[in-house]
C-alpha cells in the first residue's frame, strides 16, 4: 500500500489511496436496480434495427446509440470466473449514445456514475461519460481515461471553478475495470476504481452552479464535435441525481464478481 498525492495544472490537489488488486467482469445484476438508481445503462441489449441505449431504471431516460451498428452490440469479453460481460464497442471515431437531460439523473451539487469499461494501449483521450454545454467547453462533468490511461473525474463550473481528480494506475491494459465517481455533498469528492484498489478522497471549498446542462452522452465528451471519443467497451452505466455510499457502489462490484 503507497500513500500519493495527485496534481493537475489549475485544478484542486487531492490525496488517496493505492492497493494492489485484480478487476473482475461485470454481469447484469438486480444489485443495481435495488439501490434506485435514477438512470441505468446496460449497453447490453440486441440490435434492434435502430441506435438504442436502454434505460432499465424506472426512469425512462433511453439513449440514442449514435454511429453504432450491429456489429458494435454485445461484444463478449474473455470469461473470468464464469462472468462473460456484454457492452458496446467504441472505435475511437465518432460513435456515442446520446441520454436526455433528465432531473433523475442530474444534479451538480450530488451525484453517482459507475460504468464498467475496457482499453487498451491509448494514445488519446477517451471519454466513459459526460454532461456539459454543447456550446461551452470549458463547462462539464467529466469521467475519462487520459492519453496515458490515467482515469480522471473532472468537474469545471461556469465560474472557471475546478475540480479534477486522477489516478496514478494506468487502466489501459486490455482488462475490464469498474469505476465510480462521487459528489458526496457540495465540497467532497469521490474516485474509486475496483471496489477501492484505488481511491481518491477530496474535500474542497464550495463549487458554484455549474449552470444549464444541455448535454448528456455516454463515449464521448461533445456529441456535437465528437470531441474524447472512446476507444474500447463501455457495459453497466447507472447514475444517481445523489452521492451514494462507499458499501453500496462496492455491492455492485462484488455483484460484477469483483474482489
Do not use: C
Request: glycine content about 12%.
Amino acid at each position: 500500500m503507497s500513500h500519493w498525492t495527485n496534481i493537475f495544472p489549475g485544478a484542486i490537489i487531492g490525496s488517496g489511496v493505492l492497493d494492489e488488486g485484480v478487476a473482475a467482469l461485470p454481469e447484469p445484476s438486480v444489485t443495481v436496480l435495488a439501490l434506485t438508481p435514477g438512470a441505468y445503462w446496460k449497453l447490453n441489449d440486441p440490435f434492434s434495427g435502430a441506435p438504442n441505449a436502454i434505460d432499465h431504471s424506472v426512469g425512462g431516460n433511453d439513449g440514442t446509440a449514435e454511429n453504432l451498428e450491429g456489429a458494435d452490440y454485445q461484444i463478449v469479453g474473455p470469461n473470468i470466473g464464469g462472468l462473460i460481460p456484454q457492452g458496446m464497442n467504441f472505435s475511437g471515431v465518432d460513435e456515442a449514445v446520446g441520454v436526455p437531460v433528465a432531473a433523475s439523473i442530474y444534479n451538480d451539487t450530488s451525484f453517482t456514475i459507475t460504468a464498467w469499461f475496457k482499453a487498451n494501449a491509448l494514445s488519446a483521450v477517451a471519454t466513459i461519460y459526460s454532461e456539459g454545454e454543447n456550446d461551452n467547453t470549458n463547462l462539464y462533468i467529466l469521467l475519462r481515461l487520459n492519453s496515458t490511461g490515467e482515469l480522471q473525474f473532472g468537474v469545471r463550473a461556469r465560474t472557471g471553478q475546478q475540480v479534477l481528480l486522477s489516478t496514478v494506475t494506468q487502466y489501459d491494459d486490455d482488462v475490464w475495470h469498474y469505476v465510480e465517481a462521487t459528489r458526496i455533498t457540495n465540497s467532497t469528492w469521490r474516485l474509486r476504481v475496483d471496489g477501492g484498489d484505488e481511491q481518491i478522497l477530496l474535500t474542497q471549498g464550495l463549487l458554484t452552479q455549474l449552470s444549464t446542462i444541455d448535454h448528456m452522452a455516454i463515449g464521448v465528451f461533445r456529441r456535437n464535435i465528437d470531441t474524447g471519443p472512446m476507444i474500447g467497451q463501455i457495459t453497466e452505466v447507472p447514475t444517481w441525481p445523489t452521492g451514494q455510499s462507499i458499501v453500496d457502489m462496492d455491492s455492485i462490484y462484488a455483484a460484477g464478481g469483483g474482489t
